[in-house]
DNA sequence: GTGAAAGCGCTAACAC
DNA sequence: GTGTTAGCGCTTTCAC
């Protein structure tokens, strides 16, 4: 095994006390003691062993980050930032992934409990009841989702919805559709709320498909049912949904934006690289992560926090078939 | 605090000892005893605390996972499956993300060392000797590489770039391109080593092109280089950096793949996402994650263990400049 | 300012 | 088959 700091101890001359002192309260000995402790230290690869320390003090220094799919381009800039942050704080973080399985998500919440200060809980698809009651076994905060009595921070999608529904509204579409997300995901009722309350401001209609896996194969999978539906605009759960949408409306033959504008949401890097770039909503997802730790860490500060989204507009929207081009509807609004 | 072996104990009226016996070693706990004790537990909501039994074990049932950075699309999928795998073996992982500098992997290792039973090195950018060192103070697997008396898993890059070179000269390029990987990265000898070779076999120049940092950004930036060597095909180190450097080239007005061929290496989802769709080789990193998990945790497996490749023709190769679109260079070899 | 002793939650001999 | 005991590596009273 490696080296204890009894072994410190012994070779410094000193009680273990002193060496546990300078490595948790250096302010307590003696200053030449406690260089001559550290070089010692040093000297033998000495590392306060976290778990054994944890024991005792009940700080483990780690928090967990729960996740729905880590290979959703989503969330890696999101892990990436809380990391990050947690390493700033001096904290290691656990990452899981549920597969979209609230069962999972559950089982890991208790699996990791004993092991973290408090656990991050990404786009979590368990009932507000379920997290009320793991929010008794160790600090919990929600991203993407508000639960009452939880620090939680979500981005503002209801004000996303609003901007991508009014850009297709200015552009002319009247036939609208919102491609929901997975069940079970918080954000679908403001998505849907915000969405239906804008389309009827404009004298729009708007068709809800789903629930849908929040994927490519998502989006692709309701080509048809958008086709049929008649929609000239839609709006999807996210822009993987939204990338699979266009795919699957290609391989109709339907070309997009010229016969049908779609919008996503996230602006996931993916979004600038694909032919039509997609128009979509950015969320801060890097910035989401890092306010996550903090709130997680720093307990005092308020919550929820809601952050900042924006439509970006880029090429997979257009006028309404039919239009005139000269109508420059792009311009936003 | 949560609730403790000794609660359970007393709930059930037995010694702590034997609760210890129904979680660590239930064949030793009579049968109806047993299923006291787990009633009890279920009942109180006790889970052993895994640090605590670490302490003593030695086994920590966690492993850590060490990347250079959790949001290059190459690695999601391989977190992804590292992480299943790893639950599959009751293992929780750490995840950390070192920003491709050395100094920080190797304070990672120290850091994490005594909290889990291994760590999986994701394409380390630490010399041998420093590798070395660290693999005495925890079970080490490095992917991508590979370090003498080290388990390690790798992806046959010589083969794939033996693979793409000849596509390209099979397809009439004479004059190719190789853009490689960060300073530190070790596939870029191989790389370089089976281009060369494979140029050679086809009379064919290669211009070495690097090093470049394993992103869009990085090929982007080589692109008016790439435009001044007059070269017509570039086998690019990774995908981000092959679709970084098509964009590059777009932005001089150069044509991909009608005046240069393009061809990455990694298949990451997004390589099919583009337009044009990229031509790369495939390697299987989920499948990397998912071995080189089990290579920590069951030692006595043979290693190295090399991966197969593939290459994948999509659209960002085809017929060298000036040579007749007739000659079906597409098919392969 | 430093040492001694107790104990965090648990496992692993060793008795019985 | 179960209880007793010691102790994993560390922190934290409490003396001195």
Redesign the interface.
Same mark, same amino acid.
């Given at each position: 095994?490696?080296v204890t700091i009894r072994e410190v101890a012994r070779a410094c001359g000193v009680h273990i006390s002193t060496v546990s002192r300078t490595f948790s309260a250096p302010h307590l000995v003696n200053a030449e003691t406690r260089s001559r402790v550290l070089a010692c230290a040093e000297r033998l690869g000495y590392?306060p062993?976290?778990?054994?320390r *944890?024991?005792i003090t009940?700080r483990?220094y780690?928090i967990g980050?729960i996740v729905a799919?880590? @290979?959703n381009?989503f969330?890696?800039?999101l892990?990436?930032a809380a990391?990050?942050q947690a390493?700033r704080h001096d904290y290691?973080?656990?990452? *899981?992934?549920t597969n979209e399985d609230p069962a999972v998500e559950e089982e890991l919440v208790?699996?990791? @409990?004993?092991?973290v200060d408090g656990l991050v809980l990404c786009s979590p698809r368990m009932s507000d009841g379920v997290i009320e009651r793991l929010s008794r076994?160790t600090r919990l905060v929600v991203v993407n989702r508000r639960v009452a009595g939880l620090s939680s921070v979500v981005m503002d999608v209801a004000r996303g919805a609003r901007l991508a529904i009014e850009h297709l509204t200015g552009l002319g579409h009247r036939a609208l559709a919102l491609l929901t997300g997975p069940r079970g995901a918080w954000t679908n009722g403001t998505l849907r709320r915000a969405a239906t309350l804008a389309a009827q401001a404009a004298n729009s209609s708007l068709t809800v498909l789903g629930p849908n896996p929040p994927t490519e194969a998502g989006g692709a999978a309701q080509a048809e049912q958008v086709a049929r539906a008649g929609v000239t605009g839609v709006l999807a759960y996210n822009d993987l949904m939204a990338?699979g949408l266009i795919?699957g409306l290609d391989a109709l033959g339907i070309r997009v934006p010229e016969e049908v504008s779609v919008v996503g949401i996230d602006d996931i890097?993916?979004s600038r690289?694909?032919?039509p770039k997609l128009t979509t909503v950015a969320t801060p997802t890097a910035q989401a992560g890092q306010i996550a730790v903090d709130l997680l860490l720093t307990p005092d500060q308020r919550s929820p926090v809601t952050l900042g989204t924006e439509l970006v507009i880029r090429d997979s929207t257009g006028p309404a078939p039919g239009r005139a081009r000269t109508t420059d509807a792009k311009a936003r609004r």
């Open positions: 095994m490696a590392r062993n976290r778990a054994a *944890a024991l009940g483990t780690n980050l799919d880590i @290979a381009p969330f890696p800039p892990i990436k990391e990050s390493r290691h973080v656990f990452i *899981a992934n208790h699996a990791l @409990a004993k092991q076994e990338i795919e890097a993916l690289l694909t032919r």
